[in-house]
């Protein structure tokens, strides 16, 4: 608009408006190493910034499960958590950090994530539908770390990252989330990891893989 004003020599007044002073709060970072060994501890670090002092509450995550609520202090335009915590099974695991200010400008910044690896040696996920599944031991005996997994319905993609294959013992497609039905074919097709799916009632088509995403 200003240059077509111009364009036909048009006076032109503007006046810049400021924002009102509103108090924000964000979560400005979320800090951690991404790759650990398994009982490895690691420094969770979490960094609030604001535009005014004041307590605000912080509740973190892992994997879907709340660890803590905590007040954290704002002061000087940032306050800070930061607490130690360790995994012990393989796979990727996700921290979310978010805040709940009384009050706050913008919600879309009260909220951070982020992933961490715990690496380990050659890896196997048995999903199985048996209690003290005998082939854990046989995998175990071959010098492989197996997680055993019984409930399947609660399994995440997460857990397919560094192993080396995935064994289905009789578990039938609807036990298993969509999500992590999918991934198994970009973890066989593009990351090469095996899969080995053993018979019964609950398993092939009978199991309800005929035209799933494992077919």
Same mark, same amino acid.
């Given at each position: ?7 036909? %020599? ?7 408006? %400021? ?15 991404? %790759? ?54 393989p796979g990727a695991h /996700? ?16 909220? /951070? ?13 048995? +999903? ?35 192993? %080396? ?30 899969? +080995? ?19």
């Amino acid at each position: 608009i200003t240059e077509k004003l111009l364009g036909e %020599r048009i006076p032109l007044d503007y006046r810049e408006l %400021r924002p009102p002073e509103v108090v924000d709060y964000q979560i400005a970072e979320l800090n951690f190493r991404t %790759r650990v060994q398994p009982g490895e501890p690691f420094i969770v670090d979490a960094v609030i910034s604001a535009n005014a002092a004041g307590t605000v509450p912080v509740t973190v995550s892992r994997a879907g499960k709340t660890l803590f609520t905590r007040d954290v202090e704002v002061e000087n335009g940032r306050g800070r958590l930061r607490f130690s915590d360790r995994i012990v099974q393989p796979g990727a695991h /996700q921290y979310v950090a978010t805040i709940k200010p009384e009050t706050d400008a913008h919600e879309g910044n009260n909220r /951070q994530e982020r992933w961490v690896e715990v690496a380990s040696g050659p890896r196997i996920v048995l +999903l199985t539908n048996y209690i003290d599944d005998p082939m854990a031991k046989v995998l175990r005996s071959q010098g492989f770390a197996v997680d055993m997994i019984e409930d399947t319905l609660s399994i995440s993609p997460g857990i397919l990252t560094g192993a %080396r294959a995935v064994v289905l013992n009789n578990v039938p497609s609807y036990e298993l989330p969509n999500d992590f039905l999918t991934s198994l074919d970009f973890f066989v097709n593009e990351q090469g990891g095996g899969l +080995l799916m053993a018979g019964g009632k609950n398993s092939f088509g009978s199991g309800g893989y005929y035209q799933s995403a494992l077919d």
